[in-house]
């Protein structure tokens, strides 16, 4: 449940006078006891006898272990926060996917292939589990070569290597048949290959060749296995499974294919890990998924955004107890479950505040933090019974009173809590008809999308519109598969207007932020005009494009699980373009005045957005949590300064707190470039709980 970086190892793992009864290093923290003995101190709060009695050691050696650390940078009065992030990540993925361990390396551009440093981490993981005597199984795929390469070259008695899927005839240099023949090179093992293809042609000829002697006695070894070992492959187009000849071309465009997610060990699986039968699945040979579960040790190694849908099917399924994989894999997965813990940890590169020693424990006014979002719930539906319901069967499903009504597109928004008035805020007659809730920073779980669907199809179809976040669109990808399946047609447009968080030849890449504010309220006035669902996607589309947000963060939030700050920035620095869950910037810089700094945003918006003199826009200028509306209103004077010395004319402007960041201080500035049919929807009337307009 830990990074995995064994260039943190010490050299000499004596720098006290070590007990003849130490304890062996937790596998979570491989074989690196400077790093177990700073996390019992900075993240567990131990003292040093604790920390002693816990690792089998001597005091001296614990103080030893702590020098060490401390002279390193591994522990600095708490932990080094990119150890401590990828700590947390694995530590959250094992206990709610009820892992053995969890291993997560770190992210980044380290000039290197994932799967590569995942395949050599994997490596590692099995050198440290095997056994003399063992069988192990290995699957296929990029991931599998580089962990049977990256295996230590040793003779391991009485062992075996054996293939769990069939062959195949592919000229990649991954095949099963490679994977299972390099891995026994390395452990000096018995090598033993299943003599037949992985898909055969029909269901009778698999079961003639599964009761060959032969192959019934190679597939009862592997049903025997120890451990095994596999990767997880996407079915998405260009994934290994379209590329490594295992499955016949034909067989892609076969029904079963598509309802798949994932493949795990030549078995397919869809998004909830439910094994997906079918002619495909009956023309496989190899293990099937229940004798897979039955061996006792199961080690994924996977990672990749791609992969996040794979992976997380294959946690819920169970099919893996280890899983290694790097820290924004497991952020993604983790969010797109709802799971709020882990994003204290988003800052990887940051250090955790920290006061005499401590980690700073923010103030905030709540009750049980389990209960945050329920209680939040219950006090808007409270405040604006007028405006907002909730589905009494599905409480994160929040309904207009007044939007829903028959013929008429309906428009589902949603994402995670913490960024109030956004997203619930916007539902009302006039523009949201439903908004789906996550937990604080973590996208809606796919069953409340679903929900509001239902409620808010008229016939006309639903309109999805959401902030592009690997979570949301993942679950809001597979509501609509399930909403697709109940006769509702369904639609996304996903929003993409922070300038700052991908360069412009990337801008499907880009994060959806305050620029929603815009975005939505087109989208609902189309929706109220009763356009149909080709007008109300075009205008969705039209919206997104021509409008621009860049923020300055000046504070960090905390999450009310936590109460500690989720990244650290100086009294005197600010961040241009901060994420509004703490993602890095594109610039850490000294504090500038106000007029500076709206002045450095607009540039950038400029820069893509190429107003001339008499162009109309709409101007957001937005609180991040704490910023107060009379510097809001600051930042406001200069942006109409700017806009009026470039004869750009402003139709409307709006400042106050619109898409928040909990209690992060900085704001945002957004623009939307207005034409006459933009104008007419901004102008449309609408009225939800935190504004009206028109």
Known sequence: MAILDTSTAPKNRSPGSASTKSKPVPLRFRDDPLLWAGWLYAQDGMTQNEIAKTMGISRATVNGYLSEARSRGIVSLTMETSRLSEFMVAQALKERFHLSDCIVIPSGDTGRPLAERLGETGARVLDRLLRPGDTIGISWGQTMIALARGVASRKLADASVIQVTGGSTASVDYTPELCVSRLAMALSARSVNI??????????????????????????????????VFGICSTRPGSTVH?????????????????????????????????????????????????????????????????????????????????????ATGHDILRAEGVPESIGALGGTRRAQVQGGVPMKTKKLINDPKNIIEEMLDGIIKAHPKHVRQLEESPRSVIAVNGPRKGKVGLVIGGGSGHEPSFVGFVG??????????????????????ECTKAVDGGAGVLYMYGNYAGDVMNFDMAAEMAAMEDIEVRTVLSTDDVASAPVDQKEKRRGVAGNFFIFKMAGAAADKMWSIDECERVARKANERTFTVGVALSPCSLPQTRRHNFEIGPDEMEIGMGIHGEPGVAREPLRTADEVTDDILERIFAEMHVEKGSKVAVLVNSLGSTPLMELYVINRRVRERLDRKGVEVHATWVGTYCSSLEMAGMSITLIHLDDELTELLDHPCDCAMFRAG
Do not use: W
């Open 429 to 450: 007659k006039g523009i949201a008809d439903a908004c789906a809730i996550g937990n604080v920073f973590a996208s809606p779980p796919p069953d409340p999308i679903l």
């Open 195 to 228: 003599t037949a293809p992985a898909v055969v042609s029909s269901p009778a000829i698999r079961d003639l060749l599964m009761d060959e002697p032969v192959l019934r006695g190679q597939f009862e070894l592997a049903r025997k296995a120890d451990k095994i």
């Open 243 to 327: 590329l490594s000849g295992i499955v016949p071309i034909e067989d892609c465009s076969h029904p079963m294919f598509q309802r798949a997610t994932a493949v795990v060990a030549g078995r397919f699986i869809d998004a909830q890990g439910v094994p997906v039968r079918g002619d495909l699945d009956s023309r496989t040979i190899g293990l099937d998924l229940d004798e897979i579960s039955h061996i006792k040790t199961r080690i994924a190694v996977a990672g990749g955004a791609e992969k996040v849908p794979a992976i997380l099917a294959t946690l819920r399924g169970r099919y893996a107890n280890i899983l290694i994989t790097d820290a």
